[in-house]
Every structure is written in C-alpha cells, then in structure tokens.
C-alpha cells in the first residue's frame, strides 16, 4: 500500500516514543522530534509506509546516537510471552480446532507492536484471540491451501508477537508442512531479527532466515537476493503483522495476512474495523 | 500547562485535519504538512499549546489561503446541538438536580471537540454525561460557591458544545446569577466566536464578550484589556473545555473547570482518565 499523509504524524509520534526509550532528556528528545520534523517535508508519497518509517527512524537512531532503542523493550516481550507458552500450548491442543485458535492467537499476538502501542494488555489481547471477531472468514481457505502446501513461508513481525508464531508453526508442522521463518535484516522498532528468533526458540520448528529488510516491514526492493528465491519460489506465504502488509499489499503472491488491525490507514485498506484480528487470504 | 512533547505530532494531525475540511487535493494537503512540520522546531516549549497551537493554526490558514477551514462544521454542530435543545432542556428539568445534571451535559458537550476527534457521537455524548462517571466530586464546592457569587464570567470553548453551556447557563439564571458568556476573538479550530453565540442565541442568557483570544483556548497575555478586567474580578469563574484549562491551569483565580478529559496530556496534568467527565474546583 502507499503511505497515507496521515502516516507522517505517526512517524512523529514513533518518534518520541523512540526517544522517550533511550533518554530522559527532553531536550535530547526535542532533538529527535525536530530532525524528524525536518525530514518530513522530503519523503516521497510514492511509497509504502515502510520505506518512509525506515528513513524515519535511521534519523531517530542517527539523531539518538543509539543503533537500537527498543532492545530491552523486545527483551522484555520475548520471555512475557515465553512465560505464557505452555498455558498457551495446552489452549490451542484443547480447543476443538487447534489449529484456527492457534492462528487465531498468531493474529492476535500482532498487538505487540510498539509503533501503534507500548502498553499491550497480554492477557486481553490472548482472550480477544480466542473470541469469534469475525475476522476468520478466510480460515477454509488457509487449511484447504495448507492441505496442498508442503513448504510454509512464515514472515515474522514483532519480538513478543513470535512466540505466537512460534505456537502457529507448532501446529503447521503437525500438519507435515516444512517452515522457513523470516526475520528483519536490523533492529527497527520491535520487530523481530534472528537474535530475537534464536532467542525463542523458533530455530526448533522452523528454517531462520533473514530477510534483509530494514524497514519496519517486508519491501522486496529492500530484501536480500536468497529471501527474494524464497518468496518467489513459496507456495503458501502468511505474513504477519501490519508492517508486512504495509509492503507487501501490492504484491502478487499467495499471501495470506494475518494481523490484528490496529491504525486507521491500515483499516481503510483491509476494510475492517480497527480491533480485528483478521486473516485475509489472497484476493487473486 | 506547559506544551508536552506529545503536543508536536499532534499538531501536525490537526494541520492535516484541517487541511482536508477545504482541499481534496492531497498536494495542497501535503503542503499544509509540510509548512507545518518547518515550524515545529521554531516552537519553545516554555509556552502553553494554546500559544503554540495559535502559531500552527495560523501556518494552516495562511498555507490554505483560508480564513477559517471550520466554518462549516462549526454551523453544522451548532445546527445538531440546537435541534436537541427542547429535549435536553426537559432532560434537565426533570432530573433529580437540574443543575447537577446541567454541569454533567456541559462538560460532556466539551466532546465536540475538533482539535482531538471529528466524528462525535451526539446520543452516546448525552448518555455518557447523564451517567455518574466519578468526576463530578468537586460539585457540592461548585453549588456552594455559586450560593454566594451573583456574577459568572463563563468561558466558553467549541461550537456546537455552547448550546449544552446555554442549557447550564439558564438553570445558573434560575438561580439568580448574571452570567456573561466569552467567546474567541477570531474563529480558530472549532472554537464558538461572536457569531456562534448568536447563531444559538446565547445573548437571551447571558452578556456576550470576546476574550480577545486568538488561539484554541484562554491565555490571559492574548486576551482584550476589557475581558481581563472581567477576569479579575470576577468571583466566580466557569471554564469549559481543553483548552481553556490548557491556557488557564496556572492562573490564581477563582476557576472551575468543567471538560471532558480526551488527549492524554490533559488526562496526566488533571489525573483523570481519558473520557471523564469533569467539574475541577479551585485547587487553593
């Protein structure tokens, strides 16, 4: 999808949350505000939200001194969802289709994402998962495709968010399919990089790969030449998170999106009210 | 107040707001950001947003050629309110505190508020403000300051909300006070000026004065000699809205202010939750 002028507020506000991570100064915030501010006027409306919110926070972190203001905060995330892995485990084998609440607990798992929130509610964002919102119409899809697919790329969003994946990629392999996950190429907000993967554990069910992006999200333009064989060549590819789909909505791929919606631009584009967790399987 | 931090990102969402109430051209709305997001480094954070918001909204104005780009919605929400009036007014009148419930209906008008949301729901607005939300602790002090004043100087803030302050101001009548209602000095955001007032016949209830203000709320150093004469001695002083506590919350006077809390900021400086409907008592 294209950026929004609406995106260009947000990045500022990602910006200060930014800042507010590394330094309590505000006059060391104010800086960030403004050399973002600054910025704004140049970025191009051409492009997808995750190519500005790349140029966006490279002068955060430039501006900051700092290669990478949300470690902690992912840490952190990382072993609170970690924590819960068993309880989650022994949910999804007890609901009467593991799979759609493992999936359904994958989508919801996409609050944790710190460029809309810092302060996700973990376990009302669980039981929303287990809800019927609605946003589950496109699930005979998913398992009639899954049934024909041996090989599952699995794009990666958030620290936390993964140990969702992790649970979703627990059952696909149940289901015989071989998972190949991919991980930003650097630290950008909270998403997930191979250290965050390793540190989950996800290398025991899945392929780790990078996807070289640097971006907040998947943009093939920004992506490494092997992740590029991978997405090409996928038969099935779920995407998570609204970054991915924000560079990736364009794309013609069989990509399923599965993400809870969270901002108004990425509502309007998907059509669904803000609050939904959604999978959204392949218009073509 | 002082400005937060918080405050810039804001401002750029009101500049686009604003922005699209005259243009659909989204090069014209780009170009209202952009002058904006010039400024924002320009501005000093030992002022109030109310300052800071004048200076944004006037880049707005003189980027869009436009003098007031809410002449519009402000006729319409004044259109809304009025066609309301008989019904709430036998609301009003028919509650177990006729004042008591006047206070909550014209804090909860203070929902009409364009600098933080252009889509208010007028019915849940009413509903809410009926409801016991808890900010209505400082009413017993109100009710007896009232006792004792004859005259009121009563701020007023957006359009479409002074009707409900119309509804408040005829029961403060009833109970024998002269009240004299204040209104911006020139139309910026949705603020009520002269004309709103007289748009919703404010003049039948009480004297209409203008602050002389010309940003999105009270600040006594933008303010008419006259209105700060009225400001000085008056011994009781009805602020309604955001804004005017915004301006106004570091003025030794005798001040109650009377809004719903909407922007987290203003939630942080009154320590009230986002939604409350409020009635705030001189602190000293």
Chains 1, 2 share one sequence.
Do not use: W
């Not at 330094?23 to 140049?42: I, M, S």
């Not at 039981?127 to 049934?147: K, N, Q, S, T, W």
């Not at 630290?187 to 997930?192: E, Q, V, W």
């Not at 490494?224 to 997405?231: C, E, Q, W």
């Amino acid at each position: 999808m294209k950026v929004y002028l609406d995106c260009l507020p947000c990045f500022l506000r990602q910006a200060l949350e930014a800042a507010r991570r590394v330094t309590a100064d505000e006059r060391a915030q104010r800086a960030v505000l403004d050399a973002v501010a600054l910025v704004l006027p140049t970025l191009p409306l051409d492009a997808t939200p995750i190519d500005l919110g790349r140029e966006v926070h490279r002068v955060v972190r430039d501006t900051l001194g700092v290669d990478d203001p949300y470690r902690e905060a992912k840490r952190r995330d990382n072993d609170r969802v970690v924590a819960l892995l068993p309880a989650l485990r022994e949910r999804v084998q007890a609901a009467s289709d593991p799979l759609l609440a493992a999936v359904r607990l994958a989508a919801a798992g996409n609050a944790i994402d710190l460029a809309v929130s810092s302060d996700v509610d973990l376990e009302r964002t669980i039981e929303r998962g287990l809800e019927d919102g609605g946003g589950m119409a496109d699930y005979p899809v998913l398992r009639a495709r899954l049934a024909c697919a041996d090989d599952v790329l699995y794009l990666g969003d958030n620290a936390g968010e993964i140990v969702f994946d992790r649970l979703l990629i627990e059952r696909l392999v149940a289901l015989g399919a071989r998972v190949t996950f991919a991980v930003r190429g650097r630290p950008i907000l909270n998403d997930a990089t191979k250290d965050d993967a390793a540190y989950v554990g996800m290398d025991e069910v899945a392929e780790v790969i990078s996807s070289g992006s640097d971006g907040p999200g998947t943009t093939l333009g920004a992506c490494r030449p092997d992740f590029l064989d991978a997405f090409r060549g996928a038969s099935l590819i779920l995407s998570k998170g609204q970054g991915n789909f924000e560079g990736l909505s364009d794309e013609r791929a069989p990509l399923f999106f599965l993400l809870m919606v969270k901002c108004p631009v990425v509502a309007r584009e998907l059509e669904a009210p803000i609050g939904t967790v959604l999978l959204r399987a392949p218009r073509s």
